[in-house]
């Protein structure tokens, strides 16, 4: 069967360029690099399969999709003023002196219409995020009640065939 395989015109020319291929990973020293990743495959694989690593690459999936969810325009024109800003304010100059706010010139901020737009933005922000946190409050709390009903149904049903058991034992 082999040796069928061998005369075959296009498995001899799959086998030179498979040979020339792995002369070309030798002398570049990446056939030493898979080596060495075959070696740590297994223990990367274990720790690849930890549940905390699953649970922060879930959490890291669902931020993402929830960052998918978020109009791409509105999140690029406001990065990129928002770079542009920072650029702008933040130079070496002035962060070799930064201004000191205390309560009175906290209260004189307010004044600027600026500061007045970044806090509207930080206030929508925080309704949003006390309505999500409110409605997902509630929707675990009809969770856990329902758990609990399960649970206390699953216990009465245990102890019913525990006393059927006991009946048919005595």
Known sequence: MTEQILQDP???????????????M?????LAFLEDAVELLP?????????RL???GANLAYL???VELVEPTLITVMMSRLVEELNRELTPERMKELPRVGPVSLVKALADPDVQ??????????????????RSSQELMALMEA????????????????????????
Not at 26 to 30: C, I, Q, R, Y
Not at 147 to 170: D, G, N, P, Y
């Open 117 to 134: 737009r970044g806090l509207g933005i930080l206030v929508l922000f925080l309704r949003v995020l006390g309505r999500a946190f409110d």
């Open 64 to 66: 993402l999709h929830v």
């Open 26 to 30: 030798n002398e570049t020293g990446a």
């Open 43 to 51: 223990d990367s694989l274990s720790y690849l399969m930890d549940p």
């Open 147 to 170: 758990t609990e009903k399960t649970l206390a149904e699953l216990r009465r049903q245990r102890a019913e065939i525990e006393r059927q058991a006991a009946a048919v034992a005595s």
């Open 10 to 24: 296009k498995a001899q020319e799959a086998l030179e360029r498979t040979l020339s291929l792995l002369i070309r």
């Open 54 to 56: 699953l649970k922060i």
